[in-house]
Each structure stands twice: as structure tokens, then as C-alpha cells.
């Protein structure tokens, strides 16, 4: 009888209001973020077999890395809902608590894309280049990962009662996931991987073919450190306008994004020295932003700042780094140029991001 009247008790407080699905635990976010992120790895595994042109087939150790995660963090979902069970049946098995629905949808959509991505390699066979990113199976894949792993962010976003600062982690592990995936999408785009800063821009007069060759990889080049400014940067925007983040989220964003890029070329470019440029720039970055916020800075303050520093901390880190390893082919103006583009477009997109919402300051 008091097994059975805790238990009830244990129940009822994974609800906050009558009618609602039951809200998820610590653990279990934590459980679905660590999940998610073990996914994340095995995709930049996957794409480094890709670079390296190792034997590729269906059948391969990421993919089976990929599809183990996937499979683990579906059953985690299904647990989820079966310690809620309040009926019998299937419906007991998909309702996950409150924020996970859609992650069990992303489930669903992921497994498909496996699917289809096996019967697409089997039939076409595989792809190199530009092309294996953006097959049709991979892109069902991008979109399946990219509800698979917002749970945790969703749950924590739909529970009213103040989460404690220890439960910032599991939506950071998140946010993390979710920002790598599309750094992953657009490594195409990513200033970690491109050597455009290696390659000399021609002197050719304006217009001619030869001009247009020889600037081609440098605007590719200024994309790239445009793109990765933002993918970087708004999902922290994101977190700084609704939790109060603690010293290092910022560090653990870049140093993240920088290891698993050099992963995917083997560290081929620079071996690791981007990472550790990155972790100079996230620390410097954590600093300031700290400093703000104990000085009392607002939250849109410190969203712009982080729009601001961030692009410029981390792609002058980046340059000084490939000048004192392999030698900086750009001009000045364009190296310049480059690092204060970034940090304005940043700047900017912040801006118009900012619809004046009430920011939690106690979280």
C-alpha cells in the first residue's frame, strides 16, 4: 500500500495542470540530450568516412553508430510514455511527457529516412561531394534529426515552474545538437573547413573571366564565415534571451563546433589548432559576457554582444592561426573585412530576431 501511494505520489508530480501530459523529468532529459548528442557524433563520423573516401556502403560502423543512437533514443521516448501509462494499448506507448511529441515524430521521420536512404544507395548508389549532402534521403534524415532532437528544449519551454540552474543542461546539450546538425547541413558553408584564406586573389581587371575565377573562392570563402557566424550564434541568442547561462556555455559552443568540423577532415587542414583558437575566443567571450552581466547589463544587451564578440573573437583567432601555420594568402582588407562582415550580419539578424518577450532571470 505505500509502495502503491508513492508511486501515485511520484505521478502526480510529473503534472502540472489537470489534463496535461506528464512533464518529464531531470533524468530524462538529460538522458534524451546525451542521446541526441551521441546521434550528432555519429553523423560527423559518418561524414568523415565521406572525406577520407573509406569504403562506403549502407552497412558501415557510423551508419551502425548512427542508426544504434537512433534506435536508443526511440526506446528511451517509448519508456518515457510507458512509465505514464494510464491506459493500455498503443496509446500508452506514444504519448511521451510534454515537449517529446515531436521528437517522437522526428523518430519516426528519421527511421524513414533511413530507410529510404538504404534503398536510395542500394538503387543509385553513393554519392560524392555536394551531392551526398543534399540527396533526397539525407535531407528526410536532416529533418527527421532536426525534431528527433528538440525535446528537451520543447519540455523544458512547457513546463511553467522555474527549472533549477542544474537542469540548464540538458537544453544546452540540445541547442548544441540542433546547431550542429545544420552546421553539419551547411559544412559546405563552414569556416572551419574552408581554405579559401589560403588562396591568393589574382589582380585581374573587373569583369573578366579571370577576375571571376579568382574571387570565386574568396566570396565562397566570406560566405562561409557569414553562415557559420549565425549558425553559431543564434542558438546562444536563443538561450541568453530565456535562461541566465552560467560561465562557459559560450566556450563549450565554439570548442564543440570547431572539434567536430576538424573531425570531419581527420584535422587535415590545421591539425588542432582551430580548437584551440576557439577555446581562446570562447574564454575571452565568456569573460565579457560575464563581466556585463554582473555589471547589469539587459539580456538585449547581452544578446548583442554575444552577436558581436563571438564573430570576432573567434574568425581573428582562426586567421591568426592559419597565418602562423600555413601563411594567410588574403589582403588585409579582405582578412579584415571578413571578421567585421560576420560580426555585423550577426549583429543585425540579432536584431530582427528580438521581439521584445518577456526573458526569464531567474532560470
Do not use: C
Not at 525535446?151 to 548544441?176: F, M, W
Not at 570565386?216 to 549558425?231: D, E, M, P, Q
Not at 576538424?262 to 560575464?290: E, H, K, N, Q, R
Amino acid at each position: 500500500m505505500a509502495s502503491q501511494q508513492t508511486m501515485s505520489a511520484n505521478r502526480s508530480t510529473w503534472r502540472t495542470s489537470p489534463g496535461d501530459r506528464a512533464a518529464s523529468t531531470q533524468w530524462e532529459d538529460i538522458g534524451a540530450a546525451l542521446l541526441g548528442l551521441w546521434i550528432v557524433i555519429a553523423v560527423f563520423l559518418d561524414g568523415r568516412a565521406h572525406w577520407l573516401g573509406l569504403p562506403d556502403s549502407f552497412f558501415t560502423p557510423w551508419h551502425g553508430a548512427l542508426y544504434g543512437g537512433l534506435t536508443a533514443l526511440g526506446g528511451w521516448l517509448v519508456v518515457m510514455g510507458w512509465r505514464r501509462r494510464t491506459t493500455s494499448g498503443l496509446s500508452a506507448v506514444f504519448a511521451p511527457p510534454r515537449g517529446y511529441g515531436w521528437a517522437l515524430v522526428g523518430a519516426a521521420v528519421f527511421a524513414a529516412g533511413g530507410a529510404a536512404d538504404m534503398i536510395w544507395h542500394e538503387t543509385f548508389g553513393i554519392e560524392a561531394g555536394i551531392d551526398a549532402l543534399l540527396s533526397p534521403s539525407h535531407l528526410l534524415l536532416f529533418a527527421g534529426a532536426g525534431l528527433l532532437l528538440s525535446g528537451p528544449v520543447l519540455a523544458a519551454r512547457a513546463k511553467e515552474n522555474d527549472q533549477p540552474k542544474t537542469r540548464l543542461l540538458p537544453i544546452v546539450v540540445s541547442v548544441l545538437a540542433l546547431s550542429a546538425v545544420a552546421a553539419f547541413a551547411l559544412s559546405f558553408l563552414s569556416a572551419f573547413l574552408t581554405d579559401s584564406p589560403l588562396q591568393a586573389v589574382g589582380d585581374f581587371p573587373e569583369g573578366t573571366p579571370e577576375h571571376v575565377a579568382t574571387e570565386s573562392r574568396a566570396v565562397a570563402g566570406l560566405g562561409s564565415f557569414v553562415v557559420t557566424s549565425l549558425v553559431i550564434v543564434l542558438p546562444l541568442v536563443y538561450l541568453l534571451r530565456t535562461w541566465r547561462l552560467p560561465f562557459g556555455v559560450v566556450t563549450v559552443f565554439v570548442v564543440t563546433h570547431a572539434a567536430l568540423a576538424s573531425t570531419v577532415v581527420d584535422f587535415g587542414f590545421t591539425g588542432a589548432w582551430p580548437i584551440v583558437a576557439a577555446a581562446a575566443a570562447g574564454l575571452i567571450a565568456d569573460t565579457t559576457l560575464d563581466f556585463m552581466r554582473r555589471s547589469g547589463a539587459s539580456s538585449r544587451a547581452l544578446a548583442l554582444a554575444t552577436a558581436a564578440v563571438i564573430p570576432i573573437l573567434l574568425w581573428s583567432a582562426l586567421m591568426l592561426t592559419l597565418e602562423l601555420t600555413r601563411g594567410l594568402q588574403w589582403s588585409a582588407e579582405l582578412t579584415g573585412g571578413v571578421v567585421v562582415v560576420s560580426a555585423m550580419v550577426s549583429v543585425v539578424t540579432t536584431l530582427l530576431s528580438d521581439h521584445r518577450t518577456p526573458v526569464a532571470t531567474t532560470r
